[in-house]
């Protein structure tokens, strides 16, 4: 039996917590909130998406490869719902693959976690921010309050840096840095875009079907097709949290960046040109953005004929045949220049972390301390939208804790 000590009650620690019980080891679980898995309680807009069926590399960013591999070879989507059966949550499935409790609340999920932790007989100390780890002699100290605690083994699951108003501080980086392990520069993934056109504020609301491509010095990156939705920032929805992660790495090289929307991707550039041609028979009285409205939303025709200033035109019929190519174009690849993200406080995870490279892909233990382990969003990893991070913070809190 071993003296655990496990740092951060989020997602991955608090799966750490109960497979080390399990083994039989004495563990104690710090959060420094005065709840444990604040996050958990914030995904899926209070749904959860626990995992996805569709688990695979393809999914996942981060420097080392292997590591991430192994991780999720060791817990796939059956382990994922074999765990959670021996809590008692049932899952349902959604779009996309996606896996939520069939409760429909995040809630469920953290109940459940926590009674297990606490049946196993897991210390779990609220309210109790770990200030400092020293490792002496082979045990790790860990500093909280007033108070030092004796661990033969330490499991940083800190969180990153994203979402801070959840409790997140990035302090495991500190902890890890303290101990000789390499940072990958962190910033902000699945995160809203910033724009600068004075225009777009007038779309604020109008969330529709897109194709998205990203532009990064002039040349395309990425190509997406999902949900957008104009803000009166910039840009948001599930396409735009596709490219994010690109587009933050692309703000903190200070490269330009744009992106090109192709509003109605369900239709051909000459289709569309030839659908508002004929629409000018019932154009006769009205103003533009009426005659626009359709088959626009009323917010976007306004914003489009702003931005390619036709707020002029007050009969629709009057419409020249270069102004009518206009709109057709700023419907079919509108671009906006993106300034930069919403940065980490809208963050919903973070790239890069500790260097995987430094960690043991079979037990993710430190290859510079023994007895070190590391789990969660701490890591340099990072998944797509749709469960993928959640499933990677439950794999590797599940293999440390196995592995202890």
């Not at 000789?180 to 777009?200: F, K, M, N």
């Not at 504020?201 to 957008?228: C, F, H, P, T, W």
Request: glycine content about 8%; overall charge positive; hydrophobic content about 40%.
């Amino acid at each position: 039996m071993k003296r655990v000590g496990i740092v951060g009650a989020g997602a991955s620690g608090l799966v750490c917590a109960i497979e080390a019980a399990r083994k039989g080891h004495k563990v104690s679980l710090f959060e420094k909130n005065s709840k444990v898995g604040r996050k958990i309680l914030a995904t899926g807009n209070g749904k959860c998406n626990i995992s996805n069926l569709n688990i695979s590399l393809s999914r996942y960013h981060g420097e080392s490869v292997a590591t991430i591999k192994e991780v999720l070879k060791r817990f796939d989507t059956v382990t994922c719902k074999s765990f959670f059966a021996k809590l008692g949550l049932e899952m349902r499935e959604g779009e996309a693959g996606k896996l939520y409790p069939m409760s429909h609340q995040a809630s469920s999920v953290v109940d459940l976690l926590l009674h297990e932790a606490r049946s196993l007989g897991v210390d779990i100390f609220l309210e109790s921010e770990v200030k400092s780890i020293a490792h002496q002699q082979g045990a790790f100290c860990l500093h909280v309050k007033e108070q030092s605690y004796l661990f033969d083994a330490c499991v940083i699951g800190t969180g990153s840096l994203a979402m801070p108003n959840l409790g997140s501080s990035g302090s495991g980086y500190g902890f890890a840095q303290s101990f000789g392990h390499r940072l990958v520069e962190p910033y902000p993934s699945l995160v809203q875009c910033v724009c600068d056109e004075a225009s777009i504020e007038r779309a604020s609301g109008v969330k529709m079907e897109a194709r998205v491509e990203l532009y990064i010095e002039n040349q395309k990156v990425q190509s997406v097709q999902g949900d957008l939705l104009f803000t009166a920032y910039g840009l948001s929805g599930s396409a735009i949290l596709e490219i994010s992660r690109n587009v933050s790495y692309a703000c903190l090289k200070q490269e330009r960046v744009h992106v090109i929307l192709d509003l109605m991707p369900t239709l051909s550039k000459e289709a569309l040109q030839s659908l508002l041609q004929k629409r000018l028979s019932l154009a006769k009285g009205k103003s533009l953005s009426l005659w626009l409205e359709g088959i626009i939303p009323k917010k976007l025709a306004l914003m489009i004929l702003e931005k390619e200033k036709l707020l002029h035109v007050k009969d629709a019929s009057q419409l020249s045949m270069k102004e009518l190519k206009k709109i057709v174009f700023a419907l079919k690849a509108l671009s906006l220049h993106v300034k930069e993200t919403k940065g980490f406080e809208s963050a919903e995870v973070c790239a890069g972390g500790v260097d995987m490279s430094e960690i043991e892909p079979k037990n993710l233990m430190s290859r510079k301390i023994k007895e070190l382990y590391f789990c969660g969003e701490v890591l340099d990893v990072d998944g797509d939208c749709g469960g993928f991070n959640l499933h990677f913070a439950w794999a590797s809190g599940f293999c440390v804790g196995q592995s202890l």
